[in-house]
């Protein structure tokens, strides 16, 4: 997620972005009333109206919702890093993933800002050729928000106004993509990434997801926050909430995040997803990054009122599992869909532990081996302790 804040943020240290969050937070608790007036200025100057929530379900079952999917990051500025992988190069993954189910939905056009390739020619050449276009719009935007300051209505914003400086290359990606979702009718926006922290300073290990969402002053809060409780109670079903303090309540409201529509320049609903830490080993599963892509798609439908989908593990099924795993194994296919079809079948995480002491990870140690005991004892396994083995193999091949 580093580096997506106003340029001046973004070159703080980790620890330094986290406290600007908290503080706006606390800012923003304090002062509800000032927000809401803000927040009825802000959308008449910058929008003809709110994308309501109503109106983002008409279009979806009008068959023409339009969803624009951001990875985090891309090929110049790859984002957090870890054992040598980018941020950037896993969001792609989930980016194009994600791309795949939304197409399969009629109701649905997804449109893909990158891929693992760089942008897209449309944004490629939209970058390019409306640059001083975006220098503008950056331009406007702060003077409309500095005026309203004036006014009096946004003095209680201080994070946006705090944090301006000259734009970096970051920040003109950033709103350009907010410009083209305005033109292009952009109704949902939603902008993958992976969280970190500095490991080195920090004693603690985090993990967990949380999603980030506009500042109430701003004209896409309320769709924003709608979207966001969807995805956060499909989420909870089967991921860790984040364990770091200040991404307590797992949605966090932040009035500083250019995805998000900061200076209220987005009109449609915003959710920055950041999935989990980068160095949880589910990251490094390949298998689990189409599941991230999956529970997005799942976690979007209850909000347009649709269906939930039908079968919760379709990213998994069918699943052929054809070789002998072993404890020990790591960053496994196999283990992975061993360790979700053991979920459906309630044996995983095995009972007395949660998802945060074991998580569907790909890696096969102390908590697969409690729940492969269980399983093989309900169905009368009794010579392949601890190992996937033939008979093991053979029962889930029957079950799924
Ligand atoms: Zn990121």
Redesign the pocket.
């Known amino acids: ?4 804040k106003e340029s001046n943020a973004a070159k703080m240290t980790g620890v330094a972005v986290f406290f600007l969050t908290f503080f706006g937070l606390l800012f923003v608790g304090s002062s509800l009333p000032l927000f809401s007036l803000a927040r009825a200025q802000l959308a008449s100057l910058f929008f003809a109206d709110d994308l309501t929530p109503q109106e983002i379900q008409e279009r979806y079952w009008g068959k023409e919702l339009t969803v624009l999917i951001v990875p ?2 891309d090929n110049v500025d790859g ?2 890093s870890y054992k040598g992988v980018y ?2 190069e896993y ?1 792609a993954k989930i980016g194009e993933y994600l791309y795949d189910y939304l197409k399969q939905n009629a109701h649905i056009k997804p449109i893909l800002v990158r891929n693992r390739n760089g942008y897209v020619k449309e944004f490629a050449d939209y970058f390019a050729r409306e640059e001083p276009a975006i220098r503008n719009f950056i331009t406007q935007a702060r003077g409309r928000f500095q005026n309203l300051s004036s006014s009096g209505a946004v003095e209680t914003l201080p994070p946006p106004i705090a944090h301006i400086r000259a734009s970096s290359r970051t920040t003109k990606v950033l709103y350009g993509i907010n410009k083209w979702a305005n033109e292009r009718d952009v109704d949902i926006v939603i ?1 993958i ?4 922290y500095p490991r080195k300073a920090w004693n603690t290990q985090y993990d967990g997801f949380s999603i980030y969402i506009p500042d109430p002053a701003f004209p896409n809060y309320a769709a924003s926050r709608g979207i966001a409780e969807s995805l956060k109670n499909t989420f909870a079903k089967y991921w860790a909430e984040s364990n770091l303090r200040l991404e307590e309540g797992t949605i966090i409201e932040d009035p500083d995040l250019i995805a998000l529509g900061s200076y209220g320049t987005l009109r449609a609903a915003s959710v920055l997803l ?1 999935y989990g830490y980068i160095y949880e080993p589910r990251f490094q599963t390949e298998l689990l990054l189409k599941e991230a892509a999956f529970r997005t798609y799942q976690g979007l439908l209850p909000y347009f009122g649709d269906t939930v989908v039908k079968d919760e593990f379709a990213w998994l099924l069918p699943y052929e599992w054809e070789k002998t795993v072993r404890y020990g194994a790591l960053k496994n296919n196999d283990v992975a869909a061993f360790q979700s079809a053991l979920l459906k079948l309630g044996f995983y995480p095995p009972s007395g532990s949660t998802f945060r002491d074991c998580p569907v990870s790909g890696n096969f140690k102390d908590c697969t081996q409690k729940a492969l005991g269980a399983f093989q004892d309900a169905h009368g396994i009794v010579d392949e302790a601890g190992v996937l083995g033939y008979k093991t193999r053979q029962t889930l091949n029957t079950l799924f």
């Open positions: 997620m580093w580096n997506s985090g990051h984002g957090t941020e950037a969001t902008h990434h992976l969280n970190d950041e």
